[in-house]
């Protein structure tokens, strides 16, 4: 497991928590995201890395090894589960091969794809070996990662009626209890 952020002094703090819980970090520009991961999956000496991001602290670590699962046994240049949106934003995961990656992020063509990782391997789908799998219900609109301070807030809320570690709660439980907080903000619970 690796971190890959920007070098820009913001960053700093993570590298410290990074190297506290000795887990590698690599560092690159901070509009080249692409790069960075990149750049530390060659690093590692990795076939192929995930791709989850940061905005992500409620991510169902059983949608990551199925991802992986996938990817091991079919070997495309991409399993995604965000090509179709089928799952709460926060719960993205894409597994890359890095040798794909290096080719394609050689002819990346806009900022949109250094910054978002895989937007050029959706447009040139026809390129690629491209493995998509979706949830069984159609959960794509329901938003869980952390990108304003309301989603902080229903993020905290959620993690307050924890009574176990994080990583032990999936999608399922964690939809439960967002169901509740629901529930109890409209007063039918």
């Not at 690159?28 to 905005?55: C, I, Q, W």
């Not at 910054?115 to 329901?142: K, M």
């Not at 301070?149 to 229903?154: A, G, L, M």
């Not at 993020?155 to 907080?181: C, H, K, M, N, S």
Request: glycine residues 4%.
């Amino acid at each position: 497991m690796a971190i890959a952020t920007s070098d820009c002094p913001e960053d700093e703090p993570l590298i410290k928590v990074a190297e506290q819980w000795g887990v590698d970090s690599y560092r690159g520009p901070l509009d080249d995201v692409a790069g960075r991961l990149l750049d530390a999956a060659e690093k590692m000496g990795a076939d192929a890395f995930v791709r989850v991001s940061g905005d992500s602290p409620l991510l169902d670590r059983e949608i990551v090894e199925r991802a992986v699962s996938l990817f091991r046994e079919e070997w495309p240049d991409l399993v995604t589960n965000v090509r179709i949106r089928s799952f709460p934003k926060g719960q993205s995961v894409e597994v890359i091969d890095t040798k794909v990656m290096r080719r394609a992020w050689a002819t990346f063509e806009n900022a949109e794809d250094f910054e978002h990782v895989t937007p050029y391997f959706y447009r040139h789908a026809d390129r690629y070996r491209i493995r998509s799998f979706e949830n069984t219900a159609s959960l794509g609109s329901l938003q869980l990662s952390v990108d304003t301070e309301t989603d902080f807030q229903r993020f905290e809320t959620i993690v307050a009626q924890f009574r176990a570690p994080q990583w032990t709660y999936g999608l399922e439980a964690v939809l439960d209890l967002l169901d509740d907080q629901q529930e109890e903000r409209a007063g039918t619970k």
